[in-house]
Nanobody, 114 residues
């Protein structure tokens, strides 16, 4: 199983980034997928998830700014992040979950700073 996250970087407040996670080694379409993040000195938290059926959910702090999507044919899950704030700075991780069997990607760093 591999989850390869990409798309992180440095962006100014108010800017946008698009994260992508490429999956391999498992049946992507039947797995729920999610993005988590971990800021320095803080616990890892759920940012957004999307079920195998395509139903999204978001943590309150990103609602209206972030959009999660999946492409089962390409085996990818994306996180479009708009109106970024300094408090969005964190390492972002991709996760797959099928009936409690969880896999994590390696993380990609997002830094929001002027």
């Amino acid at each position: 199983v591999q989850l390869q996250a990409s798309g992180g970087g440095l962006v100014q407040p108010g800017g946008s980034l698009r994260l992508s996670c490429a999956a391999s080694g498992f049946i992507f379409s039947i797995n729920d997928m999610a993005w988590y993040r971990q800021a320095p000195g803080k616990q890892r938290e759920l940012v957004a998830g999307i079920t195998s059926g395509g139903i999204p959910n978001y943590t309150e702090s990103v609602k209206g700014r972030f959009t999660i999507s999946r492409d089962n044919a390409k085996k990818t899950v994306a996180l479009q992040m708009n109106s970024l704030k300094p408090e969005d700075t964190a390492v972002y991780y991709c996760q797959s979950n099928r009936l409690g069997r969880v896999y994590w990607g390696q993380g990609t760093l997002v830094t929001v700073s002027s």
